[in-house]
């Protein structure tokens, strides 16, 4: 079975130090793989998704990018953090459907 | 870009009461999901839906495919306090690409003992 894990769990980072959110699946191969940020309004906003190694797509211009160093790897960075990025980072994966399936998140606070 | 639209934003109801909730859309959907999201975790995937009219049953959980497409529904049966939590539909806007997904705003239920 597939299993995602993300971490850390928490974080509280001060204005204008880096990130680096992590996120592995497990069980499948070439996944597509997803960021998403849940703010206070529950909405959840795409940020980045890729189908491949090295294959990245914005969906949002901010101050994060991510990287796929590996199939299963899907990394969200800034070098600088603002008070708006604090939020509930969670990341997917899915596998040829439509279904995308969650990790249990990463809730970043930025003082 | 396309839109959801989740009603009610939320729901207080007794324990034991069924529950009713919608999605609605502009355009058309050709497939239909239903996310539960408990405080702190991430949304699991309930309820899959495919083809206009499907009707789809996960335990005490219902979800339909409307006939126009341009909408959803999900009811959960004699509600317990652990249902509690936010429920999201989802769906790939535009019918295509299977790489995105736009979400609605959530339905935040609460059921009390």
């Known amino acids: 079975s597939q299993t995602i894990h993300q971490w850390p769990a928490t974080l509280v980072q001060p204005v204008g130090s880096p990130l680096s959110l992590e996120c592995t699946v497990e069980?499948?191969?070439?996944?597509?793989l997803y960021w998403y940020r849940q703010a206070a309004g529950r909405g959840l906003q795409l940020l980045f998704y890729?189908?491949?190694?090295?294959?990245i797509s914005s969906e949002v211009p901010q101050n994060l990018s991510a990287s796929r160093p590996q199939d299963r790897q899907f990394i969200l960075s800034s070098k600088k953090l603002l008070l708006s990025d604090s939020g509930f980072y969670l990341c997917?994966?899915?596998?040829?459907?439509?279904?995308?399936?969650f990790g249990p998140g990463t809730r970043l606070t930025v003082t | 870009g396309q839109q959801l639209n989740q009603s009610p934003q939320s729901m207080f109801i007794q324990e034991g009461e069924d529950v009713s909730m919608n999605c609605t859309s502009s355009?058309?959907?050709?497939?239909w999901l239903w996310y539960k999201q408990d405080p702190g975790e991430g949304p699991v995937l309930l309820i899959a839906?495919?083809?206009?009219?499907e009707l789809t049953s996960n335990g005490r959980l219902t979800a339909q495919f409307g006939i126009t497409r341009k909408d959803s529904f999900l009811n959960i049966s004699a509600s317990i306090p652990s249902d509690v939590g936010i429920y999201f539909c989802?769906?790939?806007?535009?019918?295509?690409?299977?790489?995105?997904?736009?979400f609605g705003k959530g339905t935040l239920l609460t059921v009390n003992p």
């Open positions: 069980g499948t191969s070439n996944p597509n």
């Open positions: 989802a769906g790939p806007p535009g019918g295509g690409s299977n790489y995105k997904l736009t």
């Open positions: 890729s189908v491949g190694i090295g294959q």
């Open positions: 355009s058309i959907f050709n497939t």
């Open positions: 997917a994966w899915s596998r040829g459907q439509y279904e995308q399936y």
């Open positions: 839906l495919y083809k206009a009219g």
